[in-house]
């Protein structure tokens, strides 16, 4: 017996050291970062910036892949489904990991348990955005027509937490108006700039581009303070509309049992990118701002969301999916 277990130590032992040697070459060959939404969106935005980033850090090539579609369901699955061995991570936003749990009653997968956090990366605040040729001019106007004839406005919303954000929007306001789901930013704007939607509530690097180009406008902002970059717009907190206070942010997600020695080197090379100088520039410029946390971090602020989003939801009667 006492040679049967030796036999089986030396056996743990050896299997220890070759899994060690393995973690200590990850990457040693390309990786996918999965965006749930469509490439001129804010998150795919600041996703391929990420993967350049990543790829001078580790060595080895990072390929952005857009899984649209399913308010980022069919992206969150397409990492769970996959091997848990770090070659395969969520670009995640709000939606697949926080927004989700509140809005839908029942989700195919479970966040807290199906993905592991790796670290957090940046955040946008959102605009309210009406085409250039709208009638309104204010935040006040447009919000006071949602409530004075609710069955008068539609609004774009790119993803769940859109929709809880414009959702929460108007029923500060006591108004109502239309859904219509799209798959990310990019394409809600474009229907804006194009007429076919009366507003919506996206991220700024989205948008302003758009505003930059005459076609749509900008009527408040969604931070708790005016942004430097666009000092002349106000808040919806100093319009008026409560504590609203609704942001886009960005982290890196990897499928359960990926090994802790493969989540470290993944937190370690992206804590490093999001605190150095040339990402703080790269963000300035694009109206993003830094929001960097490690995994256990990432981890409670997400438990976090989770419980303020599910509270808005019932708190607002907010229609669940």
């Known amino acids: 017996m006492k040679k049967l277990f030796i036999a089986l130590a030396a056996v743990a032992m050896s299997f220890t050291a070759i899994s060690g040697a393995s973690y200590a070459a990850y990457p040693d060959k390309p990786m996918k970062l999965i965006v749930p939404y469509p490439p001129g969106s804010g998150t795919d935005t600041i996703a391929r910036y990420t993967a350049r980033r990543l790829e001078a850090s580790l060595g080895q090539p990072v390929v952005v892949e857009n899984r649209t579609g399913g308010n980022a369901i069919i992206a969150a699955q397409a990492v769970i489904n996959s091997p848990a061995d770090g070659y395969t991570l969520l670009w995640a936003a709000n939606g697949p990991v926080t927004t989700n749990v509140a809005l839908y009653k029942k989700l195919p997968y479970d966040p807290l348990v199906d993905l592991v956090p790796v670290a957090r990366a940046a955040y946008s605040p959102m605009g309210l955005f009406v085409p250039a040729n709208s009638p309104y001019k204010t935040a006040k106007e447009l919000l006071d027509v949602a409530k004075q ?105 990897a499928p359960k049992s990926t090994p802790r020695e493969v989540v470290g080197k993944l937190e370690k090379a992206l804590l490093s ?49």
């Open 273 to 321: 990118i999001y605190s150095d100088a040339e990402t703080k520039a790269y963000l300035d410029e694009n109206n993003f701002s830094a929001f960097v946390a490690d995994a256990e971090g990432l981890r409670r602020f997400q438990e976090a969301e989770i419980e303020r989003e599910t509270s808005l939801v019932k708190k607002f009667n907010i229609p669940q999916l």
């Open 149 to 253: 004839d609710p069955e008068k406005l539609n609004y774009g919303s790119g993803s769940a937490t859109y929709n809880i954000a414009t959702e929460w929007l108007l029923s500060i306001a006591g108004g109502h108006a239309a859904a219509i789901n799209y798959k990310g930013s990019a394409p809600t704007i474009a229907d804006v700039a194009g007429g076919q939607v009366d507003f919506t509530i996206v991220e700024l690097s989205a948008a302003l581009p758009l505003v930059k180009a005459g076609k749509v406008k900008i009527l408040a902002v969604t931070s708790e303070k005016r942004m430097p970059s666009l000092s002349d717009v106000p808040t919806l907190q100093e319009l008026g509309y409560g504590n609203f206070f609704q942001v886009a942010w960005w982290g890196v997600f």
